[in-house]
């Protein structure tokens, strides 16, 4: 069952709460394997009551590809100071800043977008959807179909994750906040290429 050894193996992993780890490995016989499956399975009920509360600490990650031309840093927020010491949210971070490399987002949410940049799309959409020669309702709805995958694709939450495409980047911090039991946001982030 669960003793001191194994309670702080298990906070240091997931960044769990003390009665928290003493209850999953009590559930799950002292195996720490099974009591981080049993934190993560009690924490995907629990992910969403946790999305609205104040995230004011966290870790800042940095990425430099191998070629030394794509640089990327980004802020990884969480509600502790103890969680974003973890291992395991430090290298939530370093995932997201080499996702960041990877795929080049503009925003972090598709809401983030400027007006400038909605309306440019639009443009294009628009012109796009009058050499369709559709009639005007379905041309409206191509445009709002095209606006909604170009904000999408470019946004850092819900682009497809570079190591795993069948997840989002936002599955992945979801999938984290389970397991460690807070809220986790992106603050931001930065992509220099030369």
């Given at each position: 069952m669960a003793n001191t050894e194994s309670i702080k193996e298990l906070r240091s992993r997931t960044g769990a709460g003390i009665v928290d780890s003493k209850k999953a490995l009590d559930e799950s016989g002292g195996d720490i394997e099974k009591a981080i499956t049993w934190l993560r399975q009690k924490g995907k009920a629990s992910a969403a009551k946790k999305a609205s509360r104040a995230t004011h600490e966290g870790y800042i990650a940095s990425y430099i590809h191998t070629n030394g031309k794509v640089g990327v840093i980004v802020s990884l927020l969480c509600e502790t100071d103890f969680v974003a010491r973890t291992e395991?949210?430090?290298?939530?971070?370093?995932?997201?800043?080499?996702?960041?490399?990877?795929?080049?987002?503009?925003?972090?949410?598709?809401?983030?977008?400027?007006?400038?940049?909605?309306?440019?799309?639009?443009?294009?959409?628009?012109?796009?959807?009058?050499?369709?020669?559709?009639?005007?309702?379905?041309?409206?709805?191509?445009?709002?179909?095209?606006?909604?995958?170009?904000?999408?694709?470019?946004?850092?939450?819900?682009?497809?994750?570079?190591?795993?495409?069948?997840?989002?980047?936002?599955?992945?911090?979801?999938?984290?906040?389970?397991?460690?039991?807070?809220?986790?946001?992106?603050?931001?982030?930065?992509?220099?290429?030369?």
């Amino acid at each position: 069952m669960a003793n001191t050894e194994s309670i702080k193996e298990l906070r240091s992993r997931t960044g769990a709460g003390i009665v928290d780890s003493k209850k999953a490995l009590d559930e799950s016989g002292g195996d720490i394997e099974k009591a981080i499956t049993w934190l993560r399975q009690k924490g995907k009920a629990s992910a969403a009551k946790k999305a609205s509360r104040a995230t004011h600490e966290g870790y800042i990650a940095s990425y430099i590809h191998t070629n030394g031309k794509v640089g990327v840093i980004v802020s990884l927020l969480c509600e502790t100071d103890f969680v974003a010491r973890t291992e395991r949210f430090q290298q939530l971070a370093r995932d997201i800043a080499l996702h960041i490399a990877a795929m080049d987002p503009v925003a972090v949410r598709p809401v983030d977008f400027s007006a400038e940049a909605i309306e440019s799309e639009r443009a294009i959409a628009l012109e796009q959807a009058a050499q369709s020669g559709k009639p005007a309702a379905i041309q409206e709805k191509i445009v709002a179909g095209k606006i909604k995958t170009f904000t999408e694709e470019r946004s850092l939450l819900t682009q497809k994750f570079v190591k795993d495409p069948n997840k989002t980047i936002a599955d992945l911090i979801h999938e984290a906040v389970s397991e460690i039991g807070e809220n986790i946001s992106v603050g931001g982030f930065s992509r220099l290429t030369i």
